[in-house]
C-alpha cells in the first residue's frame, strides 16, 4: 500500500514494531502495507497514586460551531485514581511519558489554536467493504483514525510506549507459572459513538442499542482477540494478525475496565521467560466493538448462548456472519474522528467532540477521495483541491511547468504555495517468486531471475533516481540490515549459466528454455501478476520480460485489478508477483512474511511458499533473545539467508517526494528535529500532527 502511500502504518502501534500489515500500496507501485502509529495523545504523568493529564477543554468557540482546543499551563486537572482498586503501585507503569505530546505540541500550537478545516487526500479505487479486518492499507488507516489501543508510540521515537486508552500498563509475575503478565487499566470515557441509519441500506432497521453511546470496555479488547484468533476467521489480516498473537496464552477481563494478558513461556536458563515483543504487541491491542458485531440489526444475538468466555474465539456461525456483516461498509468509532459516510466519491469523517484528547484531531474534518489513476489524483492537486501529494517518479519536469504557470501564481497569491520534503520510505518493492510452481522451486532458478533483472537502470530510467537498491528485508539505516552484503550483479550471461544447471536450455530452438518435469518438457513460460493501474508497476513489469526474454524466459504480464490481485496473493494462485512491503521498524520481527508454518496457510503473508529450516530457528531465537548484540547477529545471518535463497528479487525501497500546500503545518521528519524531540528515530513526516492555517 497509504496510499501513504505508505505513511505510516497498518495496526498502528505494531507497525513500528515489525508486524507488518497485509496490504496493496495503491500509489507508487502497488505497495503492501500497514496500518499508521497513532499520534498527538494526551499525556499521562505518574506522580504516587495520581496521574495528571492536559485538561481537554472542548467547547463551542464563541458560538461560531469550532470547537477550541485549549492547551495552556494552567488548564490542567488532577484525576484521582484511588477508587481504581486494581490498579497496584508497586509496580511501574510501562507507559511513559511523551514529552512531545505533553510540552512541545501544545507550544507548536499556540494558546488560541483552532482545529479547522477539512484535510483533504485522495486514494486509488474505492475498497469493497470497510470491515474491520479488510486488506486494504486504506482501510486500516481509516479504521485507525476512528479507534484506540492500549498504548501507542511515543512521538518519534521506536521501541517506546505512551498511554492511548490505557492509563497503566503494569508487567506482574503470574503467581502459578513465575512468568511475567500484563495487568492493564483502561480509562473509563471512551464510547463507541451512536449509528447513522443514512449510512445503511435503507432495508436495514436499527434496534434501539445502537443509536446510543456504548462505553468502551474490557470486553471489546479481548473480543478484538477472539475474533482475530478464531480460525474461522479467514479475512486476510486476522491471519496476518495470528502470527503475532498466537503466542497470547489467556485473556482475563477483571473488571470492565482493567484485563490480564498472559503470554505462553520458555524455561530458559533455568527461569521462565516470555517474548521479546510481549509488551510492545500487548501494548498494541485494540478493542472490537462488541455491542455492533456480537448482533445482527434487530438486537438479537448471532450466537444466542454467548455465555463461554470463549465462543467467539472459535464459533463458525458467528465467523461467517462476521465476514458478511450488515454493517461491513461502516466504521465503528470511538477514536479521536468518527467516520461520517462513504460514497461512491469519497469518504468523509469528522472530529469526535467527546475524545478525551483535543490534540488527536487538528482538523475539523478528514475527506479522502477515491479516484482511477495517479495522474487524477496529479490533476486535484494542481488545482488545490488536495493538501498533500507523492510526487511519481518522472514527474519533476510536470512540475517546473506547473510552477511556472499562471494558475500556481494565482495559488501562491491565495496563500496556497506549494514545499517539499524528501525522505526514504519504510518500503521495499520487489518480484516474488512462488516455489510451489515448477519454475520457482530453485533457489538457483530464483538467483538467476534477479541476475538477469538491471535493478539499477530501473532506478535511474523508470523511478528518475528516486529510490535505492537493497539487498533484504529490512531497513537500509536499521542496524538489522547487513551493509556489507553487496547486491546480486547484472549478468545475464550468469544467469544463462545457472538455468543451464538446473536443466533449462532451448532444446528446440524457439528461443524459450525448456527442461523434462515429470517426463514432459515444459517451456520456462510464466505470468507476472501486477496493479494494472499503477504506471510505475507497469513499466517496470514490462521491461522485467523484455530483460528475461533476452536470457529465453517467457514472462507473460498479468495486469490485474485490486481486488484480483489480492485474490491472487491470498489462494497463492501465481507464477510471480510485483508487489511491495512496508518494512517493520526496530525491533524487527520477519515471522510474518518468511516463517514457514504460513508457506502452504491460505491468507498468510508468506504467499510465495517460502521454507527454510535455520531461517525458522533464527525467528524463534529472535522472539526470546534480549540482547542487543546477539539480536543484530541473528538479523545479520538472517538477512544473508534471504540473500541466498532469493524468495524475492529484491528491486528497490522508493524515495518519496511529498508536495504539500504552504497552509499544512507540522510537516517535518522527527529524526531531523532533535531541537522538538530528543533521541527521535523516524525518518518521515507523521501525518497526524498536520493542521491547517487556513480554510
Known sequence: MRKEPLALYIFRFLMGFGLLVFMFFLYWSSVLIEQDMKGVQKELEDVGKQLTFIKEDIGRWRGKGVERVSVSDEEVKTTDLSQRVHINDEYPNLLGQDLFYDKTLPKLL??????????????????????????????????????????????????TMAPDMGIKMEERKNEKTGAGEFWIHLRDDVFWQPLNPS??????????????????????????????????????????????????????????????VRWKHKIIDGKPQIQYNARFVTAGLQPLASFLYKYYSDGTKIIEDDQNSNIYRTDSVWAQQFAQHWAKNIIASCGPWNFDGMTERHIQFKR????????????????????????????????????TYDLR?????????????DQYRAQVEEGAAIKRIDYLARVFNYIGWNQTTPYFASKKVRQAMTMAIDRERIIRQNLNGMAIEITGPFLTTSPSYDSSIQPWPYDPSGARMLLEEEGWYDSDGDGIIDKEIDGQRIPFSFRLTYFVKAPVTKAICEYVATALKEIGVACQLNGVDMADLSAAFDDKSFDALCLGWAMGSPPENPRQIWYSAGAKEKGSSNAIGFKNAEADAIIDQLDYESNHKKRIELYHRFHRIIFDEQPYTFLYSPKIAMMYREFVQNVFIPADRQDLIPGANVEEPQSSIFWLKRQ
Open 110 to 159: 499556540g494558546v488560541d489554536f483552532l482545529p479547522r478545516g477539512t484535510m483533504s487526500d485522495a486514494t486509488i479505487g474505492k475498497p469493497d467493504n470497510l470491515h474491520p479486518f479488510s486488506n486494504w492499507s486504506t482501510v486500516v488507516e481509516w479504521h485507525s483514525r476512528c479507534s484506540v489501543a492500549v498504548g501507542r508510540s511515543q512521538f518519534g521515537k521506536f521501541e
Open 199 to 260: 449510512f445503511l441500506p435503507e432495508d436495514i432497521k436499527l434496534a434501539p442499542q445502537f443509536l446510543k453511546k456504548n462505553p468502551v470496555t474490557a470486553e471489546d479488547f479481548k473480543f478484538y482477540y477472539d475474533a482475530v484468533m478464531n480460525p474461522h476467521n479467514q479475512a486476510p489480516r486476522a491471519v496476518s494478525l495470528r502470527t503475532y498473537f498466537g503466542d497470547i496464552e489467556e485473556i482475563e477481563i477483571i473488571d470492565p475496565y482493567t484485563f490480564v
Open 352 to 387: 469526535n467532540p467527546d475524545y478525551f484528547s483535543s490534540l488527536m484531531a487538528l482538523t475539523e474534518k478528514g475527506v479522502v477521495m477515491f479516484k482511477d489513476t495517479p495522474e487524477l489524483i496529479w490533476q486535484d492537486f494542481k488545482a488545490n483541491q488536495l493538501a
Open 393 to 405: 517518479p518522472k514527474q519533476e519536469i510536470e512540475l517546473d511547468n506547473f510552477l511556472e504557470s
